[in-house]
């Protein structure tokens, strides 16, 4: 089957993948006295006089909005809001079919920061949470500080902490396959981009320590110049030897190499330089930084890609509808470090030792128990922190 020939004929088909359906029927005068006027007057009432009766007597408990501005929409780039919604409508459908959570896509006509935080702001209160897709980097690290800032419900920019959350699940697992202890190992990641510096914070937070990141210019390095504010940032905390050079200095003697970078810009002399029981997981899409075959012929003992056709998918799937779940349930404010930990240990955790080996260290997207799982780890976690408000 030609993928690309068949979704274009299918989209047609289709005329969009999502649609609205009424919980409440009207099919007599009575139903529609209570289901709008002058029935309805008394929930509109009853919110006025305490707010949170709008995630009680609305739909809004279950709906996220699904927002872009169009300017990283998967591999394509800059496309506009409008090129974005076929991406949106599909996460729509994600949510709904994974966690059976609402979504609503939203593309909006700027890229102008301060006018994106104030729109979303604006019709934050439809809603049980915002979910960032498809923003450029830098500009959405500044978009979600902003939002989070001034919102009462959980913001989330899936790009960065969803995939975060799964690479942080899949090194777990990696690291049990090679028997490396996640404190003593060495990591380098290509691409510092909203994915690449997630995924960094995400993995230190989980124990890495030894940790250097690389953009296209090579090795990113505290104090050099012409950092912008996300890099000069990570810097701080990152290759604490001040090592310089290219990407292939770095993973010289490195355990693992994660890459959200571009196509094939590592070779296999370069993954053969790793150490012993190297994880690779080049996750560029649709073509990856180093093909599996070639990573495994190299040396690589563990390889994860961002491709459904080889094993170990890292999927975002695998996270984000379970953590939007999971915060909606317990109505928390926010997404916060330990919720996405609780889900990466969550995801992890659904691979049993017996299951465990270089082929299989996630589960497979459709497993049914994830979404569940997901969902509690995170809400679990939103009540010991505080964040729960029900």
Known sequence: MDIKAEALKKHYEWAGKIEMTSRAKVKTKEDLSIAYTP????????????????????????????????????????????AGMPVMEGKCVLFKEFADVDAIPVCVRSKDVDELVRTIYLISGSFGGINLEDISAPRCFEIERKLKEICDIPVFHDDQHGTAVVVGAALLNALRVVNKDIEKVKCVIN?????????????????????????????????????????????RVTNRGKLHGTLADAMCGADIFIGVSAANCVSQDMVRSMAQ????????????????????????????????????????????????????????????????????????????????????????????????????????????TGVARI
């Open 39 to 82: 029935g309805v007057a008394e929930p509109c009432l009853a919110i006025r006089d305490d707010y949170s009766k709008s995630f009680e007597l609305t739909r809004r408990w279950n709906t996220v909005a699904v927002i872009t501005d169009g300017t990283a929409v998967l591999g394509l780039g800059d496309i506009g809001p409008e």
């Open 191 to 235: 691409g510092a981009g909203s994915a690449g510096i997630a995924i960094a914070q995400q993995i230190m937070r989980l124990g890495v320590k030894d940790l250097i990141m690389c953009d296209r210019f090579g090795i990113i390095c505290e104090g050099d110049d012409g950092l912008n504010d996300a890099h000069a940032e990570i810097s």
């Open 277 to 384: 029981g190297a994880i690779v997981f080049p996750m560029a899409n649709p073509v990856p930084e180093i093909s599996r075959d070639d990573a495994v012929e190299a040396g690589a003992a563990v390889v994860g890609t961002g491709r459904s056709d080889y094993p170990n998918q890292i999927n975002n799937v695998l996270a984000f509808p379970g953590i939007f779940r999971g915060a909606l349930d317990v109505r928390a404010s926010c997404i916060n470090e330990e919720m996405k930990m609780a889900a990466s240990y969550a995801i992890a955790g659904l691979v049993s030792q017996e299951e465990l080996c270089a082929e299989y260290i996630l589960p497979p997207a459709f497993d049914e128990r994830i979404g569940k799982t997901v969902a509690q780890a995170v809400a679990d976690a939103a009540k010991k």
